[in-house]
């Protein structure tokens, strides 16, 4: 394994630049972004390889003054589960989530009688998982509405729709120079275009 | 600037005319592309037009889209090999020489071409009207056919997820879930099952859910785009099967939900993405995920994709 290729770094690179470098990946291939994911183990297998190359570059580096070991703040933390308060019944459902057995938590939730704000907080799991989106939002949703002070619940909702927001961002954020407006990045855009043409 | 690879998709939209034509969503974001990340995507374009024509026939070409040039593209990029590139003329270019980028990864983009681009005429074909489809059908049978036997599971699964899809669509189902994840479930397919031994058991995981997103992104895009069309029409729409008035009002109830169908189905795909070993053209494809793909959605939202990117 080359480190720096690793951090997608040059060799030469200063400390300054391998630590933003790092701090980037590091954030990119963070454990919270891909929590509970379908890739959840490779996003940890990157993460593990980019904490690597980071240590071995600073212990290389070491006789230029570098201090404190090795940072390794961002360790694949194992999804210990979300405390839940539930019946039995939902805990079964949970721990089948947990073992990624998505259709048969599917078929226990199907059978469950009350539906309550558990019952749709955890099928909009089991639809998330299964990449139905538009189910899971709608039944976080629910969830929300019939609990409104449960934070897993919120938590699920936001997160959710906080993914879909940050995709568009990136790209019309970068674009705009920090202007929120559409119409505005694209009549820029637009410019931009023409110019291309014209020369 | 754009000569070659427009001419050819031209008669494409004209062959499918008002059948629903899922192809050329997935492009560059072109004003951000420095010329030679320009130069190496259309060399794809053209290297999997000249695979079509070596391994199928000459006139099959005509189905070649900009979708399976990015998948040839993609699948190079996680190649060891570093492909050739040549200057070549061709019959859209007899004469100028242009970039072909030849691969082996473009026989297996080659392949899925023929194979989804068979599949559109067939699916016109079950239409008795469309005389001219069924004609293609006969006369693509054979073509079909040898592209079914290179990739026999990829044949299956296609198959398989297309009659659930028109299933679906035949019973006028409202569920955007059901319908987009079993486009989804295609593209995850053809990702995925690239026979490449530089594909190893994650990056193919990583590569089915990066293609099952963009599946379910194409989907729901075309839906949203063809709304007003499909009402006319009296066509299937996923959208059109709620209440509602006129198409226009629809599109502006729906916006909201689409766009957080669109953005997270690209955020999960992108997510996918940057858990793949890319060797090169790193810059020409993150283009394609965060720029192409983010402006392709800004026009299909604000209802003026059809001008191309």
Redesign the interface.
């Known amino acids: 394994m080359d480190p720096y290729k690793v951090l997608g770094v040059s060799p030469s690179a200063s400390d300054e630049e391998i630590k933003t470098a790092y701090r980037t990946l590091a954030k990119k291939y963070h454990p919270d972004r891909y929590r509970g994911h379908e890739l959840e183990d490779l996003a940890n297998e990157k993460i593990k390889q980019i904490n690597e190359a980071y240590s071995i570059i600073q212990k290389d580096r070491a006789s230029g003054g570098y201090s404190g070991g090795t940072d390794n703040g961002y360790g694949s933390s194992s999804y210990s589960g979300s405390s839940y308060s539930g019946s039995t019944r939902f805990a079964d459902i949970r721990s089948a989530i947990q073992m990624g057995d998505l259709t048969r938590a599917d078929s226990m939730l199907d059978e469950v009688a009350g539906r309550n704000a558990e019952w749709h907080y955890l099928k909009g799991v089991v639809l998330l998982r299964k990449g139905w989106y538009d189910g899971a939002r709608q039944h976080f949703a629910t969830a929300n509405s019939m609990e409104p002070g449960n934070p897993e619940y919120a938590n699920a909702y936001n997160t959710l729709n906080r993914g879909a927001a940050g995709y568009g961002q990136a790209f019309y954020g970068n674009q705009a120079g920090g202007g929120d407006d559409m119409c505005n990045c694209c009549s820029s855009l637009l410019c931009v275009d023409c110019c291309c043409q014209c020369c | 600037m754009l000569t070659q690879p427009q001419r050819d998709i031209i008669i494409a939209p004209c062959l499918f005319g008002r059948e629903r034509n899922m192809f050329g969503y997935v492009q560059p974001f072109?004003?951000e592309l420095k010329v030679k990340e320009l130069e190496v995507y259309k060399g794809y374009y053209c290297g999997l037009c000249k695979a079509i024509k070596e391994r199928y026939t000459n006139t099959a070409r005509f189905m070649l889209n900009y979708d399976c040039a990015v998948l040839s593209l993609l699948l190079s990029s996680m190649s060891d090999e570093t492909p050739n590139a040549d200057m070549e003329k061709c019959i859209v270019s007899p004469f100028k020489n242009k970039t072909v980028i030849r691969s082996r990864e473009a026989e297996y983009a080659a392949a899925v071409n023929i194979m989804l681009g068979y599949g559109k005429i067939g699916d016109a074909a079950q239409d008795d009207r469309k005389l001219w489809a069924r004609m293609l059908g006969v006369y693509y049978k054979r073509v079909s056919r040898r592209a079914v036997s290179d990739c026999p599971s990829l044949a299956e699964e296609f198959s398989k997820r297309m009659n659930n899809l028109h299933y679906l669509e035949q019973s006028k189902s409202a569920?955007?879930?059901?319908v987009s994840?079993e486009f989804?479930g295609i593209l995850g397919a053809v990702f995925s099952y690239a026979p490449y031994g530089f594909i190893d058991d994650?990056a193919k995981?990583?590569l089915w859910?990066m293609g099952?997103?963009l599946g379910?992104w194409i989907y729901i895009a075309d839906a949203v785009n063809d709304i007003i069309k499909d009402e006319k029409t009296h066509s299937y729409n996923v959208f059109l099967q709620r209440k509602h008035d006129d198409a226009a009002s629809l599109k502006s109830i729906v916006r909201e939900?689409a766009?957080?169908?669109?953005?997270?189905?690209?955020?999960?795909s992108?997510?996918?993405y940057?858990?793949l070993e890319i060797k090169r053209d790193k810059p020409l494809l993150d283009n394609i995920m965060?720029?192409g793909l983010?402006?392709k959605?800004?026009d299909i939202l604000?209802g003026e994709a059809d001008g191309s990117v």
């Open positions: 072109k004003p569920d955007i879930d059901a994840s989804g994650s995981k990583a859910h099952y997103n379910r939900e766009a957080f169908n669109l953005n997270y189905s690209l955020s999960e992108c997510k996918a940057e858990l965060y720029m983010a402006k959605t800004g604000k």
